[in-house]
């Protein structure tokens, strides 16, 4: 099976933090996304990488960067956190066709 | 544009009770229409991966259908442990690649 590991489960930071986020799959997938998931909103496209080094922007990339140095690790970077981001990130991976898609299992991080 | 509809937004069901999850699209040329599983606090669990009108998949009391406009998810003699909210989502081929557009979910209770 596919396994898409998110580092953290729960975070808390304080705002102004620069704030990692990080993703590994392990089926060598081309694909990689990240998503922010809020009540009433639902899931939200915020990057994705469909290659290492390539990086494009989703829905709502403003306060986000990427970096993606490896195939199997996509990072998530919140320059200076605000409270606002607040929210449930969520990792996920495909393989170059859009098949196979799986998420990872969440980070859900607060800020203060 | 490119859309998702889910309804209901929430469904509470009798133990055994029949019933059917709705999850109508418009996209300009569909790749795939998937069904997932979200347990509060988790990332989506896949379910389902539908890519033509007519076809049907089945996991134990779930089924999973396609038309040209819509999908829906059938759960028979549901059990509490079918809980949890149902995430529908969409790739189409005018889209980025494998980026997924979803609906904004039906929250099932099952009582027993």
């Known amino acids: 099976d596919v396994k898409v590991t998110q580092s953290s489960r729960y975070l808390v930071k304080r705002t102004g933090e620069k704030v990692f986020l990080e993703c590994v799959q392990d089926?060598?997938?081309?694909?990689m996304f990240w998503y922010r998931q809020d009540p009433g909103l639902g899931l939200r496209l915020i990057y994705f990488?469909?290659?290492?080094?390539?990086?494009e922007k989703g829905d709502i990339p403003e306060g986000y960067s990427v970096s993606r140095e490896k195939k199997e690790r996509f990072s998530l970077i919140l320059e200076s956190a605000s409270t606002n981001q607040t929210s449930m990130y969520l990792c996920?991976?495909?393989?170059?066709?859009?098949?196979?898609?799986?998420f990872g299992s969440g980070t859900r991080l607060t800020v203060v | 544009e490119d859309q998702v509809t889910q309804s209901p937004e929430a469904l509470r069901l009798q133990e055994g009770e029949s019933s059917s999850l709705n999850c109508s699209y418009t996209?300009?040329?569909?790749?795939?229409l998937f069904w997932y599983r979200q347990d509060p606090g988790k990332g989506p669990e896949f379910l389902f991966t539908?890519?033509?009108a007519g076809e049907e998949k089945e996991k134990e009391r779930l089924k999973a259908t396609l038309t040209k406009k819509e999908s829906f998810l059938h759960i028979t003699a549901p059990k509490p442990e079918d809980s949890a909210t149902y995430l529908c989502?969409?790739?189409?081929?005018?889209?980025?690649?494998?980026?997924?557009?979803f609906g904004k979910g039906t929250k099932l209770s099952v009582k027993p």
């Open positions: 996920a991976s495909t393989n170059y066709r859009g098949e196979g898609y799986t």
């Open positions: 539908l890519y033509s």
């Open positions: 996209v300009s040329g569909l790749r795939g």
């Open positions: 990488s469909y290659d290492v080094k390539m990086k």
């Open positions: 089926m060598d997938h081309e694909n």
């Open positions: 989502a969409v790739v189409n081929y005018g889209g980025s690649q494998g980026n997924l557009i």
